[in-house]
């Protein structure tokens, strides 16, 4: 059966001066119907670029620089303008980290999300107010009718980020791209939000790419994951694999870096070394590279302790390992 | 002109002393610091047009108050990683501010080692600027861009040594920041020239610099990486046990708070509902909003579902809810708790809850 | 030093500068107008001062290149007989001068302002923003022309030439420092909050210190802009006061009064006198105003590109 989204070889890159940075380099998954997959890494690991270059959203100086991104079929990186007009905001939604790049500060929410609804289907106004109103009440606000009416400065953070889902929910897509959705979020914020897309995308069937830094967060929604760094794929499989026995030095690493896995034994993390004193985290040396100066051969070899000399002369492909798990590194089998 | 340059005084000092409460007679000798009642306001009615407005057929003049901080006591001991959590809003990073001498409380008072500085001004609390420092939450904000790395860190050592020999200086600062990892050649550059978690190293060498007791981290990791935040933390612990500091640790990311803190301190809305040691208190959460807090932890590996939600938003702080402040949210909320502001009291075990629910046994 | 020229070289800096043909143009225009006045003692073929120069019978020749031209005198001579070419050099001399010195003087009195209001008390920022703001309702050349008209009844005409340049430095300079006050102030404003203030406040520095070494530093940039906008308005504002004959005596001529005083010859013949340093006037303020521009949109990328 034919994939909901294919992306294969999908390279972004950005041109300067007199050179071009690769900020995506050879990424590839793909995401059936209804399934939901976490693109995890840290900022300038080219996550979010890749979310935005899946709908060609990839704005100047950065252009696709090679690959295909197969929607239902469809090659989204050659398709022309309407086609991509058609398939933005209707088969796939996106959802960013703030709401406001969504919503219209001038404009009531009930102005808005009709205008989305009478923009993609041949529907009355009065049948667009239903659907609006419809969708309000799946992610749970509280007497839509009233809040139809409101500015988006009405509502709290949480609130606008409901209304943001209900906008993406308006024309029933395949395919939610959701950008860091709960960062800006309280906790107990995040977990109602988390709630509800996870709820939605199960009772819709529909798609899921959650781009965010959150392995917790990724690790509840989520059934696959991609873990970037420094605009690759590092490491790819069923998120309880991956959170469990993570097999890339660098996703071994950052979940060795979070507290909850240092005080807790439940990470799958026994076999790497202990850290020095008791309550020390483990931590990688060093930061993510700049995209100017990404090392040779393997890009983590710099801050990797597993590092040889092939890894310094060779880029590992991501190829399946042994327990039919995706990575990217020659010193794990 | 000293007048003209004071902190913002757009509040009215209300200074007198409140009975300490019970639970903080144990530790009134050993503290470092005690905070005691305090309570910080924002006026922010702006020029008096603005606050004009016209209500019953008159004019009336109306003040508009943040209320950021209500009424919180509470000790910090030598040596221990005291944290404050909430969410955002809850007057936790004010908090901070106050007790660092940024802002000025309103009320209430804060003792240094028994000795009262919430109401000192500039040159009477010179002596506590050594003793007492601050790592800001913006690693790109908190350091001037215009200055070198060097000059930022010799700055406040000349200023709180005068008389000083540059070759001191100088080998008091490349010591401080080998020990941050920051290589001491380093220091002719720019704060751009770094990365994130380079930077908050070098603001953390900064509040070192003068060899306080004492640190007050404002959500010291929330800008950076995974993988850096560890290196900080870390950096941290390590700082704390060479030097034996003391931190008030201000932070949203409950895991990390847990991973650090020997006791923690939960606020909401700027009253303080809960204070127990860290592994009480992540172990056996009391208050109700304590109990809903850590259920949204995303837990690596855990089930999206299962946390406790909490029904309607988060009140402003300028009308705050009579009563206790969490009774618009609270599942077990009842007549009383809409009415009376529940107080701050010990259980057995040293955990301080503020609830009416907890107080009854009905929670 | 070399290093330092070599980061210059490479710098986005000179990069930006180099693509922009405007700027280029402009920089090279400004360049050689300021080196000419500057340099007008030993390029002008005349000393337009010189009272034994100058030849009566000299007087309004035209350009070389007319009927009547004396290639003695490239652009011609004014009514008195003066080289048009040397009296508009050392008058843009004295333009710039002027225009120069009143920025400086608005410039230091506009940051001190600035700083006080943004970082001091409230009460102190608004008595000095009410003061700002009554200092921008009366127009700069009303100013001129009140205070030129006592000046010029103290000191007598022949006096006057000799206090004429602070006097016009002084009444530019008073007149428009509020704008200096104002941004200056609004950036303090947004710099106050940033936590590297804070983290001054902590160290205990004073007040006068912060202001000083942290938070002067970080609004010089938006000063810069406004710098360069400020002098071509001063070179402006000096012109028309020369013109309305409260600037610059005809004896020590700036370009606003070699326009003047070749005005009432315009319609009988001899346009030069008026129409060369009136094009060298609008070419001088042209290219710092397109200067400013550039480094507006250069050191403001966001705000001004699409």
Known sequence: ?333 | MAGLFSLPTNENPNLETTPVGDADMTNQNTALLSLRNVVKHFDISGGLLDQLRFSGGRIVRKHTVVHAVNDVSFDILPGETLSVVGESGCGKSTLARTVIGLYRATGGEILYRGERIDNLNDNGMLPYRTRMQMVFQDPYASLNPRMKVREILEEPVRFHNPGISDADVRSRVADVMEQVGVNPLWGVRYPHEFSGGQRQRISIARALVVDPEFIVADEPISALDVSIQAQVLNLMMDMQEKRNLTYLFISHDLSVVEHISTRVAVMYLGSLCELASAADLFGTPRHPYTQALLSAIPRIGGKAAGHIKLSGDVPTPINLPPGCVFHGRCPHANARCMQEVPKARQLEGGALVACHGVEEGRI | MAGLLKRFRQSYFLYSFLRDPVAVTSFALFVILAASALLAPVIAPHNPFDGANIDIMDAETPPLWKDGGNPEFLLGTDNQGRDLFSAILYGMRVSLLIGVGAVAMQACIGIMVGLLSGYGSRRLDNILMRIADVQLSFSSYMVAIFLGAIVQMTFGVGRYEQVAVPFLVLVIGLAEWPQYARTVRASVLAEKKKEYVEAARVIGLRPFRIMWRHILPNTLTPVLVISTVQVANAIMSEAALSFLGLGMPVTKPSLGSLIKSGFQYFFSGSWWITLFPGVVLILLVLSINLLGDWLRDFLNPKLYKD
């Open chain 1, 1 to 333: 059966m034919q994939p909901l989204l294919d992306v294969s070889n999908l390279t972004v890159k950005f041109a300067l001066r007199d050179t071009a940075l690769t900020a995506v380099n050879d990424v590839s998954f793909t995401l059936g119907r209804g399934e939901r997959l976490g693109l995890v890494g840290e900022s300038g690991a080219g996550k979010s670029v890749t979310g935005f270059s899946i709908l060609n959203l990839v704005s100047k100086p950065g252009f696709i620089a090679g690959g295909s991104v197969l929607f239902e079929g469809k090659d989204l990186t050659r398709a022309s303008a309407e086609t991509l007009r058609d398939i933005r905001g209707n088969r796939i939604s996106m959802i960013f980290q703030d709401p406001m790049m969504t919503l219209n500060p001038v404009l009531t929410v009930g102005t808005q999300m009709i205008e989305t609804i009478l923009a993609h289907k041949k529907v009355t106004r009065k049948e667009a107010e239903a659907i609006a109103l419809d969708k309000l009440r799946k992610v749970y606000i509280p007497s839509p009718e009233r809040r139809l009416t409101q500015y988006p400065h009405e509502f709290s953070g949480g609130m606008r980020q409901r209304i943001v889902i209900a906008i993406a929910l308006l024309t029933s897509p395949s395919l939610i791209i959701a950008d860091e959705p709960t960062t800006a979020l309280d906790v107990t914020i995040q977990a109602e939000i988390m709630d509800l897309l996870l709820e939605l995308c199960q009772s819709e069937d529909m798609g899921l790419i959650l781009i965010t830094h959150d392995l917790g967060v990724v690790s509840q929604v989520t059934q696959k994951i991609a873990v970037m760094y420094a605009g690759g794929i590092v490491e790819m499989g069923d998120t309880g694999m991956v959170v469990g026995e993570p097999l890339h030095p660098y996703t071994r690493g950052l979940l060795g870096a979070l507290p909850q896995c240092a005080d807790k034994a439940d990470c799958g993390l026994a076999d790497v070394a202990a850290p020095r004193a008791r309550r020390r985290l483990n931590q990688i040396p060093g930061s993510m590279p700049s995209l100017s100066d990404v090392p040779r051969g393997c890009p983590f070899n710099n801050r990797c302790e597993l590092c040889e000399t092939v890894c310094t002369t060779t880029r590992p492909l991501l190829e399946v390992k042994s327990d039919g798990r995706l990575a990217a590194c020659h010193m794990v089998a």
